[in-house]
């Protein structure tokens, strides 16, 4: 198939050329194209065609007599930059030819022409190029204005993301913080903007003190969700219990199972691990129940770190309907300090197994005791440290 046949019809050429017989069998054959042909006979009248005709490709004399071709071809390209154009020499020389070529010409060929073919396989290599250079032109445009657009949302995305991340910051307790005679310590570090971990520590009757720490499945805007839901519960059920109204008994295990129903009424399909500890300053006594949290609670005692001691433990909470949850007890003896974790420090400490991780952070408590600061800045947990799943950390030490 010639390349002729391939072309649409409707397309115009502007052949400008002072020599009238080079210039009408080079229109001629165009026309043989099937293409619409219109001429020029110098600078001047090709300048005026251009405009009249909007071709959508030129072919010129570059070596016509007292003409500036090349001035010629310069303003071609400023006025069409895009266009295809294809220059005619009567005579081979390099130095034009690389002249041309940095004005953007398309092709170039040497008159007399060799035959039609030649004439027809530049036009048609021409405007296949110039409909590429447009084609990508027009993609490059799509996608500056589609990634305009992305970049508009990321933005306000990472504004919602700013504005969730200060909602969590607030409702945090703000560490250290001394309640009763305890001293309450912690640090949480997202993944991303929100967590999905979180903690708490407050009074709940005169003598107790109420703290956790959760971990929502999964990261981001829905898990945030589900630590803002879950503190609102807590926090109900605190008000309930401090005017009369609670049911029952007042424990972590009887707020688990409550919790663990409110969750799978929700239908948000997501589960947390937990634990969660009531400590009463009479007695020094904590009564604490386990919800699938990993790794256990560390508490170092008479300079010996060890997990908390766990009898009955419990599914996460908003998986079973009939999950049972169970209080345990035990008591603190002289300067303790307990250390609770999300699973997140698992993945960010460097060890090769599980149990080397476990052994590390009971190691880590033995040296830091209570300080809390120590700790931190010996796990590497800094406001910019940047880590693969969400970590939160809690202290409690005698004031």
Not at 91 to 105: I, Q
Request: aromatic share 6%; net charge negative.
């Amino acid at each position: 198939m010639k390349a002729g046949k391939s072309l649409r019809t409707d397309i115009i050429v502007l052949v400008i050329d002072d020599d009238e017989e080079v210039r009408s069998a080079i229109s001629a054959a165009i026309g043989r194209l099937n293409l619409h042909v219109v001429q020029a006979s110098d600078h001047d009248q090709g300048i005026e065609r251009f405009h009249s005709a909007c071709p959508d490709l030129v072919i010129i004399n570059i070596h016509m007599p007292e003409a500036d071709s090349f001035g010629m071809l310069q303003i071609l390209a400023e006025l069409a930059p895009d266009m295809p154009v294809i220059v005619l020499a009567e005579r081979g020389n390099s130095d034009d030819l690389m002249r041309a070529l940095r004005l953007g010409v398309s092709d170039y060929l040497l008159l007399p022409l060799a035959d039609e073919a030649m004439l027809e396989h530049s036009i048609y290599n021409s405007l296949r190029r110039a409909r590429l250079v447009e084609e990508n032109t027009r993609i490059r445009k799509n996608l500056e204005s589609i990634n305009a657009e992305l970049e508009r949302q990321i933005e306000i995305f990472q504004q919602d993301q700013q504005a969730g991340r200060h909602v969590q910051i607030n409702m945090l307790p703000v560490p250290p913080q001394d309640i009763s005679h305890y001293r309450f310590n912690h640090k949480v570090i997202p993944s991303l903007y929100l967590s999905g971990d979180t903690v708490d520590y407050k009074k709940v009757s005169r003598h107790e003190i109420l703290f956790y720490i959760a971990d929502v499945s999964g990261h981001g805007s829905s898990s945030a969700f589900i630590t803002i839901l879950l503190r609102f519960r807590i926090e109900q059920m605190r008000r309930d219990n401090v005017r009369g109204r609670f049911q029952g008994s007042f424990t972590p295990a009887k707020l688990l199972a409550m919790l663990n129903r409110d969750l799978l009424d929700s239908g948000l399909d997501k589960h947390i691990t937990l634990v969660m500890f009531m400590l009463d300053d009479r007695t020094d006594t904590l009564t604490y129940s386990v919800a699938g949290h990993h790794p256990l609670p560390v508490l170092l005692q008479n300079d010996k770190a060890a997990p908390i001691p766990v009898a009955r433990s419990s599914f996460p909470i908003g998986l079973f309907a009939e999950a049972e949850y169970f209080d345990e007890t035990l008591s603190l003896e002289g300067d303790f300090a307990l250390y609770l974790f999300s699973d997140g420090i698992l993945e960010h400490l460097r060890h090769a197994t599980m149990v080397e991780k476990e052994n590390y952070l009971l190691s880590v408590v033995e040296k830091c005791k209570g300080d809390f600061e120590l700790f931190k800045r010996t796990l590497s947990l800094s406001k910019s440290s940047s880590v693969p799943d969400d970590i939160a950390v809690m202290s409690v030490t005698r004031a």
